[in-house]
């Protein structure tokens, strides 16, 4: 299902914090490389004529995978291309991601599919997959050949962007979608409630005299989507969700053994709609900013499990479509880059989250829902791995961007904790 090529690197990182909660390791060790491959952990390596690496005092963990970015290829490489947006999250310390389908021309035909994956096999940094759409066209009714698709290798498949509005047409995707094995990733929005929306309907909005976009406006199609799924029988994934209802919705999902799993953004995790007051239009996002409660809502469910994967919903804008009126710009915004180290600052230093569960659903989480291999610290296992600088300290600025495009919701931001090394498929493909 991931496009992209592989290492035979050859290193000793050395003196490192091994960090892999999934395998239960949390120790100063050694880890060898031996062509890309991890061959041994321990102390005091051989080095064997490997490049060594210093990494005292830094943290050594797997590396993340991110299951929704927007590349923006094919139709706008001016705002991103498979090459930039896979520097940007191997700086950010990704070692796979997941790109959104709703593209120019749509990733709704198995040979566009493939064209894409022979270009990710030349140009990106780190291994691709490609998410293929539910519905020709994203248009909502008619649905793509899911099969063929999936035999061109989707890695699964969702028309994020946009709702599939039709409960009809979403039970017969689900039911469709069983003979493929990938998953079903929705965009849950209520295009009634939220049409004219700019923010979320609160004080805050209120004050600044922005069109309000309900809770509802998401909570309604989440419920909606996991009745579906249960009726079915089939598994969903909620994407980016952002209210307590949703959370609320999920949970008793699973506690009718429903299937389901759900992400949540750097940005919903660690802002609420105070943010908005700037009129940054970097600080409008679908779904939006919501209030402490809902925040609230979303790290416990991180923290027990409800909500299984951290996905940044990577969201590249030329300047030119942010640098208007905020109720005039597009919604979304850039965080491959800075994703761990806005939660290290906002939630782990502070004592909100561990370390070691922002960790697990950075890579393990993700991975699991969309059936990738894991990132692991293990004998045997190809090299995924992410070595961390939790005492460094760096100001967010354009020209430090990989990416091709700056919306950022922290520029000018002070971050702590910064990604030093990037080791994927087996090779290096970021240092500082």
């Not at 590396?63 to 927007?70: G, T």
């Not at 120019?104 to 998410?131: K, M, N, S, T, Y």
């Not at 943010?275 to 939006?288: E, W």
């Not at 990037?422 to 493909?429: D, Q």
């Amino acid at each position: 299902m991931l496009a992209g090529r592989t290492g035979t690197d050859n290193i000793v990182v050395r003196g490192a914090r091994v960090l892999d909660p999934v395998e239960g390791i949390d120790a100063t060790l050694d880890v060898r490389i031996d062509n890309g491959v991890i061959a041994q952990i321990g102390e005091n390596l051989d080095t064997n004529e490997h490049r060594v690496i210093d990494a005292a005092g830094l943290t050594l963990a797997p590396a993340f995978i991110d299951p929704h970015v927007h590349l923006r290829t094919p139709g706008r490489e001016d705002e991103e291309t498979i090459a930039s947006g896979t520097a940007a999250a191997a700086a950010g310390g990704y070692c796979a991601i997941l790109a959104i389908p709703n593209t120019d021309p749509v990733i709704d035909d198995a040979d566009v599919l493939r064209g894409l994956r022979a270009r990710a096999d030349e140009e990106a940094r780190i291994p691709v997959g490609f998410l293929a759409a539910i519905t020709k066209g994203q248009d909502g009714s008619e649905l793509t050949e899911m099969a063929a698709l999936a035999d061109a290798g989707a890695a699964g498949f969702t028309d994020d962007g946009r709702p599939v509005a039709s409960a009809g047409v979403m039970r017969r995707a689900l039911q469709y979608n069983a003979v493929t094995g990938r998953m079903i990733a929705v965009h849950c929005e209520e295009a009634s409630l939220t049409c004219g929306g700019h923010a979320h309907a609160g004080t805050v909005a209120a004050e600044l005299g922005l069109g309000g976009w309900p809770s509802l406006g998401e909570s309604l199609m989440v419920a909606r989507d996991l009745d579906l799924a249960g009726e079915t029988a089939q598994a969903v994934h909620l994407m980016h969700l952002s209210a307590r209802e949703s959370v609320d919705h999920l949970r008793r999902a699973h506690e009718a053994g429903t299937r389901a799993t759900a992400e949540a953004t750097p940005h919903h995790l660690c802002l609420t709609d105070e943010a908005i007051r700037t009129l940054d239009a970097n600080m409008k996002m679908n779904p939006p900013l919501r209030c402490e409660d809902d925040r609230a809502a979303l790290i416990d469910a991180l923290r027990d499990g409800t909500i299984a994967a951290i996905a940044t919903d990577h969201a590249p804008h030329s300047p030119e479509e942010k640098d208007v009126p905020f109720e005039a710009a597009p919604f979304g915004v850039t965080g491959l880059e800075t994703s761990f180290a806005s939660l290290y600052t906002y939630l782990i230093e502070p004592g909100v989250l561990r370390l070691e569960t922002v960790l697990e659903r950075m890579s393990a989480g993700p991975a699991a829902i969309f059936g990738l291999d894991r990132p692991r610290i293990v004998v045997g296992a190809q090299a995924n791995l992410t070595l961390i600088d939790t005492a460094a300290s760096w100001r967010v600025k354009v020209e430090r961007f990989h990416s091709r495009s700056q919306n950022s919701w922290l520029l000018g931001k002070r971050l702590h904790s910064r990604v030093r090394l990037t080791i994927a498929a087996g090779r290096v493909v970021h240092e500082l």
